[in-house]
């Protein structure tokens, strides 16, 4: 298993230009995107480059989910930039948009399918030497800072895939709470979903010995492994820490204790999820981001309609976990107790009943959409957003219980409506 | 902060020859004591060397607890050798041999004290670059496997000391529980108490935010760190598992789930102070070692006398953390409690004290010899303890509080009867 660096604490991006100078890079290119642009986290970037007179190009059109078209916007601009490093400066959209900047033009005469997953893309193994990538996230959600995947929306199919391999992860992630501050209401709350899933999730998924097939040489592993003791201490320090500070950070945009903190549990679940993988909840979110109608979340300053990635993942979790607590139900159990649950009289068997309720309470008191209803799906949809799941078989197989395309259809009807 | 790449599981092992051939390597150097040259841990990479097809040397010349010159011996072997791969199958001392014999051998002009911590040796900054080394962890204790750092006895100034340098961390870290079965008790005891150790000083360290001199650039910056919070979160799940999982593992060598856990907790315990930093038990410790009489401890095939380092590590904890608690109450009295003392009416200025019982009665349990008296000192050896505890300023500014050279006297002096 594979751990980032990173560097924790406030003001510490002041110190990024220093890092570029001892990376000796020359032509550094600095991504981000248009509202992050005219706002504090990427100012203190631009100040530190300024004062180590760090050469840079700024490039400030990544997507807010990312596509197919704007990750290749961004590796036309990152190929012709001929760049020795660069830094990402925003939320999962941004890093992920720039992981990808940084792979293909390392690797100009690939096709774009190569590096994507399979059965989506080729999945290729990363073999050619990337330049170095700085991550400073601006969200506290993705962890993407400590993660060797990047994930776009594949426009002709309709879906969310990405590209997994230990190669793109940032060479540095800075994480400075400082850059939280400046995040509304639901932006706080979608990218902590995130968290939640990503510590739910990795926690939850199949052990690592029951893994199959498990390729015999250690070099074609896949990055998830499924859940093991190292993950797991990750996974329930990241999911106290959301128990403790979600709902304040959601709520008191001045509760510095509160955001910092899950500032680094957006790390720490990355580390978590980055080496266990996630499951169903992730696995059906990539339908429900990629179908979107014409949904518009409040908060997110953009122009086109999406369903937040974290919202995404959120919604049908009532659904998974009381679908896979048979599996594992003590964990199950655990997280419902770590999430607030009175478990002193709980009976097992209702371990995944008693997740799932706890989950639909927390959503509920923090004014979450009631459900794929209230943003725009009905049960007429249900067929497509089971299709655009079944490709997403990289983290659904590491679900502790093996679904039909019945359960799923069952899994996004009972996500419909959750309170 | 960096952290290392770890496979565990029961047999793992046996893929080292096949990191091996990914990694391209066609001289391999298979480092290891007299002692485990006879034992399952080096049979098991033995076995996979050659069904792999590995060229390899093998050095068993390794001297349990190192010193400056067993150190030049291995790096002489591995000068000649031209090797291109590192295996390291034992203890501390293997690990640490081998990362030293991989850094002077890929830096041939440099002297030895080049790399030796300040003041002791030049402290210079590891540029050059070092060959892969897969580090196989046979005790339960050092986390060496997880760190960049080599420690060695160093015969003239009869004190210990080190090289510290991220470049020395190993590529690989490969934790396999199956080699812990052979352990004798008392090894596990003292390589135990070394992971208990490691523990409770990074969590005790002093904040990381706190510590000064803070080298402006990021590249002078230490290893050693201060505690933080992610440090924090391995030390204190290494110390959940030292507390529920030690004495089994000490006096039942069948118990597998007992020393599979100490396995796990003593990478934990490695990557938390190979981040943040141990303090007083470990700096005051190299000399309790360096200044060795006739001790030889039980279970320890080997010729001369020594003071295992997790037994001099732990024979001064009760006397430090009683010194060391006023400045972070709150902290010893968690790891108190953690060791299973009764909290419930405790006041908190008494929290020295209660982690100290708690570690004698610890100890005490597991039949420790009784204090420095045991192992054969005595007060008129205090001078000279406390001369060699003064040049591993490295790690005793970690300490939580500042001490004299009459604090040390005392300290020492207190730690010659425990019980
Ligand atoms: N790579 C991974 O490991 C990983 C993991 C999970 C999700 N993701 C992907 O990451 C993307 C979601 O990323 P996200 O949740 O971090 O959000 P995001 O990057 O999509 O940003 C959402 C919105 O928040 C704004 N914003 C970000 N930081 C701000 C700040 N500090 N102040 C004010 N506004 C701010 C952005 O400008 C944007 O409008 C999705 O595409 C998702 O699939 C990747
Ligand atoms: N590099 C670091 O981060 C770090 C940290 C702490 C300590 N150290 C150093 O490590 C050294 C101590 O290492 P250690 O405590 O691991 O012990 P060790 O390597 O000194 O070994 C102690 C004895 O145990 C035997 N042994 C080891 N594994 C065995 C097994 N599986 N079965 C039977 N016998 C076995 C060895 O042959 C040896 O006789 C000291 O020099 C100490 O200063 C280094
Ligand atoms: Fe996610
Ligand atoms: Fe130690």
Known sequence: MAI???????????????????????????????????????????????????????????????????FLDAITFAKKGEFDAYVAVGGGSVMDTCKAANLYSSSPMSDFLDYVNAPIGKGKPVTVPLKPLIAVPTTAGTGSETTGVAIFDFKELKVKTGIASRAIKPTLGI????????????IVANSGFDVLCHALESYTALPYNMRSPCPSNPINRPAYQGSNPISDVWALHALRIVAKYLKRAIRNPEDREARANMHLASAFA????????????????YPISGLVKTYKPKDYNVDHSLVPHGLSVVLTSPAVFAFTAQMHPERHLE???????DIRTAR????????????????F???????????????????????????????????????????????????????
Do not use: W
């Open 4 to 70: 980032s660096n990173i560097r924790y604490g406030e003001g510490v991006t002041k110190e990024i230009g220093m890092d570029l100078q001892n990376l000796g890079a020359k032509r550094v290119c600095l991504m981000t995107d248009k509202n992050l642009s005219q706002l504090p986290p990427v100012n203190a970037v631009l100040n530190s480059l300024a004062k180590y007179g760090i050469n840079f190009q700024m490039y400030d059109n990544v997507r807010v989910e990312p596509t197919d078209q704007s």
């Open 175 to 186: 994480i400075d709470p400082l850059h939280t501050l400046s995040m509304p209401e639901r």
């Open 270 to 285: 990355g580390i978590g999820f980055g080496n266990a993988g996630v499951h169903l909840c992730h696995g059906m979110s």
């Open 335 to 341: 997280a419902a107790e770590i999430l607030g649950a």
């Open 348 to 363: 097992i068997k209702d371990a995944g009943f008693i997740l799932a309720d706890t989950l639909r309470k927390f959503l």
């Open 365 to 419: 008191d923090l004014n979450v959409d009631d459900g794929l209803a209230a943003i725009g799906y009905s049960k007429a949809d249900i067929p497509a957003l089971v299709k655009g799941t079944l490709p997403q078989e990289r983290v659904t197989k590491l679900s502790p219980r093996p679904q039909t395309e019945e359960d799923l259809s069952a899994l996004f009807e009972a996500s419909m409506k959750l309170y």
